[in-house]
Structure formats: structure tokens, C-alpha cells
């Protein structure tokens, strides 16, 4: 049996979407990442991704929350 996420949620794009839908596949074999990390690393919804500055740990955070101290 295969999972399949078949309407998107609101802001999901198609590609976040087949992205999930490889996760979430029952039979391994099957599944993202089957043949290792590179297959999720080089997956469409990922491509703007710059994998060598994680793993220097010098990408910025897509995402800085505003913090108020009162």
C-alpha cells in the first residue's frame, strides 16, 4: 500500500509535497533516503540547500524570531 498525500495543505508546494509523500512511503525499499542521505540531500524541495555550510556550521538561520525582553 502506498501513502500518498493527495491534496496539499495551504502553502504546501507540489515539490514540499512529493517530498513528504517519499518519506512517508510503508515499505522501505521504497522510501527517500533508502540509499543513503544523498538521495534527501538532493531531492527538488531541498536544492536551495548549501549543505557545505551546514555542515560548517556557518549557514544563517532562514528565520531570526524577534525577542522582546520587558
Known amino acids: 500500500m502506498e501513502i500518498k498525500i493527495d491534496e496539499l495543505p495551504f502553502k504546501w508546494?507540489?515539490?514540499?509535497?512529493?517530498?513528504?509523500n517519499q518519506l512517508l512511503q510503508r515499505s522501505p525499499e521504497k522510501r527517500l533516503g533508502h540509499n543513503g542521505?544523498?538521495?534527501?540531500?538532493?531531492?527538488?524541495?531541498?536544492?536551495?540547500?548549501?549543505?557545505?555550510?551546514?555542515?560548517?556550521?556557518?549557514?544563517?538561520?532562514?528565520?531570526?524570531?524577534?525577542v522582546n525582553y520587558v
Open 37 to 66: 542521505i544523498e538521495d534527501i540531500k538532493n531531492h527538488p524541495w531541498l536544492a536551495d540547500i548549501d549543505w557545505k555550510n551546514i555542515e560548517n556550521k556557518t549557514a544563517r538561520s532562514p528565520y531570526i524570531p524577534l
Open 13 to 20: 508546494s507540489p515539490k514540499a509535497a512529493d517530498f513528504i
